[in-house]
């Protein structure tokens, strides 16, 4: 075991010098460490992976939970706030949170030559304003990206703000702007972020309708969060309402002549140690550019439908078992004017994150989409696996300097057109947050 871990210590650290100074599409806010000097193992196991602190601590309007015991009464959220340390830039706003990679990877499609890529580049650095309006019940929270995946491209991607009521025990918040969905949302099966470079496919996969789980929309939620004495069991519900999709999939960020609203809902169950259960569902619409089959074009107005269960069980603070099902269920139109018919998917995912010790952790994933079009043009039901490995390493006693190796391979095929593709990926990072 000495041997292993002076291995992977020594390996991580070179690949640590190689990039000098870097993070993972990372997620860790480092300001809210430096407000209460706490280490980002606080309310990450490794960053950015949401621990039960940490889930509690955005469902308390960005307040640290306090203890809560059987026979004190919790303390109200105004309590909580009057007990916050000076308000100052440092600990309401991170600057640096950046991510330096390589990667090498070759794609194959049927009937084209395969192609094989490999980069150096800044895969990402943000800027993260969050924190508490001072005296009050106010919270805010806003990610500026500056570059994504290589290319400088400022962007205010989250801005929001709301207000937390209740107490520590039973709290509930209201919120508006523009908020990343599946940020400290669901228990950790059900986190968009993991140990792995890429998230499980079933929230990253477009489907056919140009729709996918994880993005960034404009609306409004509520939220409910109640938890037991010492956090033993914590239960939350969380309701939004959003602006929605346009033709290409991107989200609806100002006015538009789309007038229906998209309705997503999520329920978790926390119980101690660290595992829990969550529920997903959304409801939407939006229109969708079509080619009918003698390459005509034209826009319907498919329905939406995802409805997820996700899991998580941790054996012995080393072991984290987590595994994941969404169903798909989006109308679907062959010709302008057609009988509608569905593109259906039953998806899911098993992993495995292996704490060796705190601050290193060998990870594994299988991804695998059942995906088919209903109907007579249907070419059946298409499927995509991927099977990817990694290790994540922190290299600061904060850990707010993390590094991960990891290796993908995809293969499948298209729902619509049946072409098949395999996709194989190694990626190395390091991810620097400050």
Known sequence: MKST????NGFMFVIACIFLFSPVPAKAVPQFARRYNLKCSACHTIAPVLNEQ???????G???PPALEKTLAAPSLLQLVEKEPQWSLTNNAALAVADFSFSAERVTQDGTTPSSTSAFQVAAWNAYFGGWIPYTNFFYYSEFDITTGGVTNPQLMNANFGYAGGNAKSSWYVDGGREHLQVAEGTRAAEVYSLL???????ETTSPTTFVFDQSPVGIDAGYTWASSNYK???AATAKVTNGDNVDGSEILGPSARNSKDVWLDVDYWYAPESGVTFVDYYGKKDNLQTDPLGNQFTFSPHIRRQGVFANYKLLSKVDLLGGYMHSDDDWQVVQGGVLSSFIANNYYGAVDYYIVQGLAVSGRFDRLNQKITGPSSVGLQNTHD???GVSKTFTPSGNVVGRLAYSDLAGRDPVTA???TDKQ???DVAFNF
């Open 5 to 8: 871990m002076r291995f992977l």
């Open 54 to 60: 940490g889930y509690m601590f955005k469902r308390l």
């Open 419 to 421: 072409v098949g593709n």
């Open 426 to 428: 190694f990626q190395a």
């Open 62 to 64: 960005f307040h640290l």
């Open 387 to 389: 099977w990817t490995v």
């Open 197 to 203: 470079p890429s998230s499980p496919l079933l929230y």
């Open 233 to 235: 069991h914590v239960f």
